[in-house]
């Protein structure tokens, strides 16, 4: 019973990465080559005593290994081999009081007593369903007594029992344990599927996002999913339900690209003065100049993937900003552009030597601007070869 009557609009609020964790494979967004085989697998009978999901933090593991925990132990398995949630088995699951679904997180239960205890009941065959099946999460935190318990029973495990570890440090997981497993190497989420499901996600919850949004958070979450959600959840907290290009880009203090556009265009136009007084603003900002080269590198590459139909696909950002790479990409050619990121390229590698890191930078951007200039070098304008 609530004491408080006052109304908390954040009473209800669950986190989108819990709120949208997907239930079924075909939900899971960007490892379908480990989806499709551990479904193949299932309808195969052809299943693994022991599973090893490895991979970086927030792509999928766990919410793969409970689906496939589900899926192999539903009473109604569907034609394409999805868990049905609705057999007393999947129902039990969801509700979190599965009989024979075990879930141990070894972060925070790494001890030998709480890995004999789990043993002990691996011995009972399973009240519903066939398999009895044992999760072990994080399971590089096991401690060495613990690993060496769990080793036996990973030996010699009963036909009845199935092991599913999940773990991001596979290098901390002893061979022993690694040549008993089927491993499956999970991937970092593309930009794009990121941007799409959280387009998804937005659109789910009513809240109206730019392509460029998304995008953007896309590309700060480094290919995991739980941060880009967890991003769109704050900056909605903040940004209210339009999410703008603009604020994204104040919130996760990121270089706008337009300062990149509008460098290049100083470049090309071989304007020494006009990019050193947009260096010193992007400075001003409270960027870094080794920041601000890489990301001059970035946008140098991401032109040269516009000058050809079939690279295009590797330009990994919103709608809008695809247009602007085009058009400025037709002011180059590639021989222009390998120049110019051959430049950046020697003053990201000087830069953190370099005694004079502001000069380091400005040096490129002069080089940059006048290149071309002479009579054998390149003219922006040739025509793409
Ligand atoms: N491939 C994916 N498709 C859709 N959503 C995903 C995917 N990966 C992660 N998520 C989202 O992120 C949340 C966390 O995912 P999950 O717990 O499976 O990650 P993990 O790989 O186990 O990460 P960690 O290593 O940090 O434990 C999920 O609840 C889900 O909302
Ligand atoms: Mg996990
Ligand atoms: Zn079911």
Redesign the pocket.
Known sequence: MRINSTFDPMDNFVV???K???TTFN?????LSITSTLKNAIKNKHLAQAFLFC??????????ARILAKTINCLNLGEDTEPCNQCESCTSFNNSHSFNIHELDAASNNSVDDIRSLIDQVRFAPQVGKFSIYII??VHMLSQAAFNAFLKTLEEPPPHAIFIL?T?ERHKILPTILSRCQIFD?NR?SIDDIAK?LEYVAKSENIQADSDALHIIAQKADGA??DS?SMFDQLVSFAGNHLTYKAVIDNLNILDYDYYFKIVDSIIGKKIPDSLLLFDEILRNGFDGHQFITGLGTHLRNLMVCLDPETLKLLEVGQNIKEKYLNQSQLCNARYILACLEITNRADSAYRTSKNQRLTVELALMQLCSYGAGGEQVSTTEKKN
Request: glycine share 12%; charged share 25%.
């Open positions: 989108s990465a819990r949208y964790r997907p939900d899971v967004v960007g490892q991979g970086p933090r927030g792509v999928g593991k766990t919410t793969c999460d994080e999940a991001t999970f989420i499901h999913m739980r959600l």
